[in-house]
């Protein structure tokens, strides 16, 4: 087991950062692209402009540039060096913000450090870690009365999500989808990728197991958005 995550952490980081990254979100149909907006719109409302914002899993800036002109600070942290290299670039102008080349799992920050934590985009199943102990950590950094938001994908937007990563697939971000073995929400390359989603009735057994308050809504029936109360 502990292979098989290695091994995807490096796909990502090898495969999956910095320009070819932002090919994959270049690539993206009209329906994904509502998606994502959808995404950044929920977290913006509940930003306010004295608050300090953490991002886990920042890539190469895409989320923070769009959060930092809500916020009084923005912290965007990711494993890969190179997506941090072109967030910089990307995030050029934004003094609000700062990176962090570090591990989610293990982020290095003192306690109660943040009003709002994001980790989006199926971040929660893409970082392949323990997520109990992801959403832990997230806690952790986050101050008395602020929140902690993690998003994976709605069951509705199965066929988008799939026809995205088949645009992904032809373009040669990832390895051909292994058709006879993707289904139920779970997307499978024949080069050993791997993607799988965190359901509503998974994030209440993971919040609940951990004794925390939270709130799950659909977005634009796309996201599925697990709000924790700190």
């Given at each position: 087991?502990?292979?098989?995550?290695?091994?995807?952490?490096?796909?990502?980081?090898?495969?999956l950062?910095?320009?070819?990254?932002?090919?994959?979100?270049?690539l993206?149909q009209?329906?994904v692209?509502?998606y994502l907006?959808a995404?950044?719109e929920?977290?913006?409302?509940?930003?306010h402009?004295?608050g300090?914002?953490?991002?886990?899993g920042?890539?190469?800036?895409?989320?923070l540039k769009?959060?930092?002109?809500c916020a009084?600070e923005?912290?965007?942290?990711d494993?890969?060096f190179?997506n941090?290299?072109?967030?910089?670039?990307?995030l050029?102008?934004?003094?609000?913000?700062?990176?962090?080349?570090m591990?989610?799992?293990?982020?290095?920050?003192?306690?109660r450090?943040?009003d709002?934590?994001?980790?989006?985009?199926?971040g929660?199943?893409?970082?392949h870690?323990?997520?109990?102990?992801?959403?832990s950590q997230?806690v952790?950094?986050?101050r008395?009365g602020g929140?902690?938001?993690f998003?994976?994908y709605?069951?509705?937007?199965?066929?988008?999500?799939?026809?995205?990563?088949r645009?992904?697939?032809a373009?040669?971000?990832l390895?051909?989808?292994?058709?006879?073995a993707?289904?139920n929400g779970?997307?499978?390359c024949k080069d050993g990728?791997?993607?799988?989603?965190?359901?509503?009735?998974e994030?209440?057994?993971l919040?609940a197991?951990?004794?925390?308050?939270?709130?799950?809504t659909?977005?634009?029936?796309?996201?599925?958005?697990?709000e924790?109360?700190?």
């Amino acid at each position: 087991m502990l292979q098989n995550i290695l091994n995807m952490s490096d796909y990502y980081s090898e495969k999956l950062s910095a320009e070819r990254l932002v090919c994959v979100y270049e690539l993206a149909q009209p329906e994904v692209q509502r998606y994502l907006a959808a995404e950044i719109e929920f977290l913006r409302q509940r930003i306010h402009s004295t608050g300090r914002v953490l991002e886990l899993g920042c890539g190469y800036g895409r989320v923070l540039k769009e959060l930092a002109p809500c916020a009084a600070e923005a912290v965007g942290i990711d494993t890969s060096f190179a997506n941090l290299q072109m967030a910089r670039g990307f995030l050029n102008g934004f003094s609000n913000c700062s990176l962090l080349q570090m591990n989610a799992v293990e982020p290095g920050f003192k306690p109660r450090q943040f009003d709002i934590v994001v980790c989006i985009q199926n971040g929660i199943s893409a970082f392949h870690v323990d997520q109990a102990d992801l959403i832990s950590q997230a806690v952790a950094v986050t101050r008395p009365g602020g929140r902690v938001l993690f998003s994976s994908y709605s069951e509705r937007f199965w066929q988008c999500r799939l026809e995205w990563f088949r645009i992904q697939a032809a373009h040669g971000l990832l390895g051909e989808i292994d058709e006879n073995a993707t289904a139920n929400g779970v997307i499978v390359c024949k080069d050993g990728f791997r993607a799988t989603t965190v359901s509503p009735a998974e994030f209440k057994a993971l919040t609940a197991s951990l004794n925390l308050s939270a709130e799950i809504t659909e977005v634009a029936e796309s996201a599925i958005f697990c709000e924790i109360f700190a």
